[in-house]
């Protein structure tokens, strides 16, 4: 297993009391595996992937333990984990376009970067080169500042830097929500290829947009309010949901060639619990449709048939 994840549970310290945003995730990745990672917003999408790299000021660890490639990720920790960070796990941020500092050449950047991962510059350089040209990025963006790329060439630039040195775990995190539709395919393209080069072993990559999934993804994952839904092959996710929340999910997607005259879309009825108190049990069951009474106690996250994890007890009754 390139990735194990077991009861990952994480909080938001704020005025008002503690956000659930996390709770108990567990579930695992195995090398070369592309997961998409898929819900609402304010889900815990992101809490979920910066968690796994970066805890900020406001996030607390409450508990739960994260594995890549057999050793124990110190989550808590910041300091202990600046070893694993970019070499074992990696991050291109939600808004990787101003993540570059604007103030520095980004030539300078890398070196910097490189500088402080213990690495030799001059070493690596010959392998940057090689990955500019990868992405189609002339070398000469080395002696540019940020502003003066294009927001596509500024988000392909940060996947090179990412991954420069060649972390077990990739994540991604909203990469294709500021480009235009072209510049999108081209980015999800370059992740796969990036795998396939075995730049990264495996990859999380976090969206709203299913469709963006379905071109890249090996798997799929569905998060609501702060728990996991489901996680499956991306073909069954999209053709056999079994959660209602992914189906209602799947269902509210437009279709390619539908006329609004023909077929109405629907979204799912009613709002995500607020986190500072969240509900008992299921999270979703204020929303579901097929909703019962033992829905006031948390479902497990169980594998009902081979790769294919579901949370909910109407399913498991069905799958008995």
Not at 89 to 98: D, K, N, T
């Amino acid at each position: 297993m390139s990735l194990n994840i077991e009861n990952l549970t994480v909080y938001y310290q704020t005025l008002k009391g503690e956000v659930h945003a996390l709770e108990d995730a567990s579930f695992s990745l195995t090398d070369g595996e592309i997961m998409g990672l898929a819900g609402e917003s304010g889900c815990g999408k992101t809490t979920l992937g910066t968690s796994l790299i970066l805890l900020n000021g406001r996030m607390r660890y409450i508990r739960g333990t994260v594995l890549l490639d057999g050793q124990e990720l110190p989550i808590w920790d910041n300091r202990g984990m600046d070893e694993f960070r970019f070499k074992q796990v990696s991050l291109i941020p939600q808004y990787a376009m101003s993540a570059m500092n604007p103030t520095r050449r980004i030539g300078k950047m890398v070196h910097e970067l490189i500088e402080a991962r213990h690495e030799d510059y001059n070493e690596i350089m010959p392998e940057l080169k090689r990955r500019l040209d990868l992405v189609e990025l002339p070398q000469e963006v080395l002696k540019l500042y940020p502003i003066e790329l294009s927001g596509g060439m500024k988000q392909r630039m940060v996947m090179v830097l990412s991954t420069l040195l060649n972390p077990s775990l990739l994540i991604a995190d909203e990469i294709t929500s500021a480009l235009d539709v072209s510049t999108q395919k081209a980015v999800v393209e370059m992740l796969a290829e990036f795998r396939d080069r075995k730049f990264v072993k495996s990859m999380i990559v976090i969206t709203h947009d299913i469709s963006i999934l379905s071109q890249v993804a090996d798997s799929i994952m569905v998060m609501y309010a702060g728990q996991l839904s489901e996680k499956a092959p991306t073909e069954t996710i999209i053709r056999h949901a079994r959660h209602p929340y992914t189906k209602l999910l799947i269902s509210s997607l437009p279709k390619v060639g539908i006329k609004y005259s023909e077929e109405i879309l629907h979204g799912i009825p009613g709002k995500p619990p607020l986190l500072l108190d969240p509900p008992i049990g299921c999270r979703f069951r204020d929303r579901c449709p097929v909703a019962y009474e033992k829905c006031t106690q948390v479902p497990p996250f169980l594998e009902l048939d081979k790769d294919h994890f579901v949370a909910c007890w109407k399913e498991f009754e069905e799958h008995a």
